[in-house]
């Protein structure tokens, strides 16, 4: 392949690796079933298709949403991890937080924005419009699945994309990375404890908050999965 040809073939910046990491194409085919499994799932629960036992397993497309996180555990914490086993310098916060942000915020508000005026969403944008712009529409019931209402989901990648920076910082420390191996052990010993927090906190609020199961504190068992992932794939 040409340099020209390459430099066409690239990603554009909002979805290139950090420098030094590798690219993982066949996710986009795990991305497409995913996203497949959430359209399939919308179609059936607003125009109620298969109302019986039919619907029950049908809904269970919406495993898609999950998907999609376990898919961004991996992506975006491996390379933290591989930066840190090599002894590369660390993913600058600039960077990264510039690559989600376009990755997200200008689709999503431009879709938003539109949709508000014209057909119209349901909610009170003259009151909460930030909350919608802000992603903050997990944290109450009455607001969950107002706006577009299937884009819970990226309030909850966002609140992920924020701590992430934070949660590699602390396992960068010297307790936890003294060599690849407890680098395997503590990775793997934490996230397993912070997803059994993730899973009681979510069994906890399902029957007086169940908005609150869908934040990133009620999710992030699907996250670590794929946190986990990645670290056995950068240490071996």
Sequence with gaps: MTAAGAERSAPPPALAPPPGNPRFPLFDGLRAIAAISILGLHAIVFTDYFPGWQGAYARQLAAGVCVFFVISGFLLYRPFVASRLSGRARIRFRDYARRR????????????????????????????????????????????????????????????????????????????????????????????????????????????????????????????????????????
């Design 101 to 236: 942000l376009l990755r997200i915020v200008p689709a999503y508000w431009f879709a938003l924005t539109v949709l508000m005026v014209w057909p119209g969403l349901p909610g009170d944008f003259s009151r909460d419009w930030w909350i919608y712009f802000g992603f903050a529409q997990d944290f109450q019931g009455d607001t969950l699945f107002g706006g577009l209402g299937t884009a819970w989901s990226l309030g909850t990648e966002v609140s992920f994309y924020a701590l992430l920076p934070l949660y590699a910082y602390v396992l960068s420390r010297p307790r936890f990375a003294r060599s690849a191996r407890s680098v395997l052990v503590s990775e793997l010993t934490v996230l397993a404890l912070l997803a059994l927090g993730s899973l009681g906190f979510r069994a906890a609020v399902s029957g007086s908050h169940p908005n609150l199961g869908y934040t990133l504190a009620g999710t992030f068992d699907w996250f670590a999965l794929g946190m986990s992932l990645a670290v056995v794939s950068a240490v071996t």
